[in-house]
């Protein structure tokens, strides 16, 4: 799968820190239906570990966005060398 798109979860930590906790690559851009699946898996699926944002007092830990251009090359450059290896 080539990666063009890219959604990213980005938690915040406080209101000058935020990280990336996960990222998901698409060939083709996301639709609506594809922030609403994802948003589903990582509130339900203990493996990915972020089930616990969810379950949390505090709003707002855990925001969807389009990744930026710069965080998808990122991605990308990672996915392609795990491939050649």
């Not at 855990?62 to 450059?77: D, G, Q, T």
């Amino acid at each position: 799968m080539k990666i063009n798109y890219g959604i990213i979860a980005v938690g915040k930590k406080d209101a000058n820190f935020v990280e990336i906790l996960h990222f998901v690559g698409y060939e083709k851009k996301p639709e609506q239906v594809d922030y609403d699946s994802l948003l589903e898996e990582l509130k339900n699926d203990v493996e990915l570990g972020l089930t616990h944002l969810f379950n949390s007092n505090e709003k707002d830990q855990l925001i969807l966005m389009e990744a930026p251009e710069s965080i998808v090359e990122y991605y990308k450059e990672i996915f392609e060398k795990l491939e050649r290896t």
